[in-house]
């Protein structure tokens, strides 16, 4: 292709991809499939990777996520990102309401009300229409340069409808079903997970590889104008009006009120009504319309006197623990749950909550019969947060975790560094039962009509062994189950059939492999494309891709060698199951690769450093190929020593060891 027909082929694609990106991120109405999206990047990708002297900074492909950045540098806001004043209830909305009253006089009030989102404050910066800078909030008077994340969130317009210079304010936050699939992710892989997902939003907007942030599934409602230039704007919805029409996400249940009463209602619709968001609120903003108002009103050293924000009741109730219940999971970790007296929080019933283990059940000092305050854990999980010791009758009792597996009495075992009991009889029926509600799952073979209650009736009725047994169900014995007519049946039975034909990445991660979450279950696919391949692979061909640890490598090296795995995949071939990847191939400029002069090399940080943390250094080294490991041996290669670097130096010098101040670690993150 010669340069002036990729010119022309980018501004076409760019035209396409950023009208249906606004289509599907900011109206969240989709005009094409997701494919056809795909196709396209994919397609504009290719033809950016040929030329890429033209790439432009408001091209699509930023959403990828450009090169790491070696640590965050500060920016002052021109204006203070201020924060809001509360109010937690009627009386203060009323208090509110009258001060606001006195300073109208006799001119009529508006209100706007708003959700308050419940993620990160930014800032984002326009200059001729066209993105220049993506801020957080920081203290409100200096934030740190987040631009390379911001530009990965879709709902962030690289370039506005028209070309203004513009400041806007907005909270970028994940949504409910992504931070449940990330968490889900987490835990799979042995990561902590995130406690909310304000947490979780923060935590990948402070990345510095803005390739994570692009994976996280961000996304922002902007709420206000900081600064604009050459436009007359007279109130705050006429403001949020503009700010829609120039192609950013403006919340849509905005809505305007001449009353306190109203603006109450409001308040009072949305206790309920937060929980079927797709995304966390935690209160509602209140601001005064006019702007003029605004002005007259001003600010405290804090806060403006024009707005407030109604914080929605802690969702904390107290309840009866009635037992604790053991589950195992999949993997043979036992788990204690809290049997509760119902109880209704955050919008739904809760009967169960997880008391993670028994050192924490030891820690919070919870008896059997006890009065427990339950909340939900960024509103989704039930958690015990603590026991009202004051309410004990003494007829409580102490708990304690059996020696012996619950499902199959063999002796459990605590693994060393690990909090957790387990049980490592392979044969355990949880276990396997676990296994199966696993491999059907939505993330794993997505079979309609398959969840946990039907696998356990079928494992209860032996039907079902393994996952492959899934595949020789039939019509007959199914119907002979209770609860099941001929039409679930057929439903069931055709899900099942239509799973054969799933990509590589679903089987792989249903098989339940340690450590093989399913996002390095798509890795592991889109690299080796067959299983017959992937089963073969040694530890350094996997250690050898991106994204695949050696704790990863061993796991699935150790998996492949059973033969009874040789035996399940010899079954589920046999049963038809499709076990080459299918999905679509990785976007080459997404890959990130390193040819640094550290890859490879084993290296020791030590000493303080000034321009970023140690945790940032060391995801920086790792990224560039490196091992970082925390004491100074014969096996290291290289040591990067920061001020006051203490006896790892001197060792290091003893061994000959090749030593890096800051500087020179520096010179290679930015090369990289
Ligand atoms: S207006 C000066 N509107 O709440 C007024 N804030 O303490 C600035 N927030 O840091 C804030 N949703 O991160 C406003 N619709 C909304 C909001 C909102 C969430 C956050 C924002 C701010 C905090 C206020």
Known sequence: MDKNLATKQLAELKEKLEKYGYHYYVLDTPIVPDQEYDRLLHELLEIEELYPDLVTDDSPSVRVGGAPLPHFTKVDHRNPMMSLGNAFNEQDLRDFDRRVRQFAGESPVTYICELKIDGLAVSLTYSDGKLVRGATRGDGTTGEDITSNLKTVSAVPLRLKTQVDLEVRGEAYMPKRSFEALNQAKKEAGEEPFANPRNAAAGSLRQLDPKIAAKRNLSLFVYSIGELKGKEIDSHYEGLSFLKESGFKVNQETTRCETIEEVINYTE?????????????????????????????????????????????????????????????????????????????????????????????????????????????????????????????GDEKDFHMPTHCPECNSELVRIEGEVALRCINPECPAQIREGLIHFVSRTAMNIDGLGEKVITQLFAHQLIGNVADLYTLNRDELLRLERMGEK?????????????????????????????????????????????????????????????????????????????????????????????????????????????????????????????????????????????????????????????????????????????????LMQELNQG
Not at 378 to 393: A, F, K, Q, S
Request: aromatic residues 4%; contains cysteine.
């Open 488 to 664: 679930s049946v057929d439903n069931l039975l055709q899900s099942i059939e239509a799973s054969k034909t799933n990509s590589l990445e679903r089987v792989l991660f249903g098989l339940g492999i340690r450590f093989i979450g399913s996002k390095a279950a798509r890795t592991l696919a889109q690299q080796f494309q067959t299983i017959d391949l992937l089963k073969n692979v040694t530890k350094e061909d996997l250690i050898a891709v991106d994204e695949i640890g050696e704790k990863m490598a061993d796991s699935i090296v150790s998996y492949f060698e059973k033969p009874e795995v040789h035996d399940l995949l010899e079954q589920l071939k046999q049963a038809g199951l499709n076990m080459v990847y299918t999905g679509p191939q990785p976007v080459a400029l997404a890959a990130g690769s390193s040819d640094s002069a550290v890859a490879g090399k084993t290296v020791v940080l030590t000493g303080k450093l000034e321009q970023l943390s140690r945790d940032e250094a060391k995801e920086q080294l790792e990224r560039l190929g490196c091992k970082v490991t925390g004491s100074v041996s014969k096996k290291t290669d290289l040591l990067i020593a920061g001020a006051d670097a203490g006896s790892k130096r001197s060792k290091a010098e003893e061994l000959n060891i090749e030593i890096w101040d800051e500087d020179r």
């Open 269 to 393: 619709k949305w206790i309920e009504k937060r929980h079927d968001l797709a995304y966390e609120t935690d209160g509602i903003v209140i601001k005064v319309d006019s702007l003029d108002l605004q002005k007259e009103m001003g600010f405290t050293a804090k806060s403006p006197r024009w707005a407030t924000a109604y914080k929605f009741p802690a969702e904390e109730v107290v309840t009866k623990l009635l037992d604790i219940e053991l589950n195992i999971g999949r993997t043979g970790v036992v788990t204690p749950t809290a049997v509760l007296e119902p109880v209704a929080v955050a919008g739904t019933t809760v009967k169960r909550a997880s008391l993670h283990n028994e050192d924490l059940i030891r820690e919070k000092d919870v008896k059997l019969g006890d009065s427990v305050v339950v909340k939900k854990a960024g509103d989704i999980i039930p958690e015990v947060v603590n026991v009202l010791v004051d309410l004990r009758t």
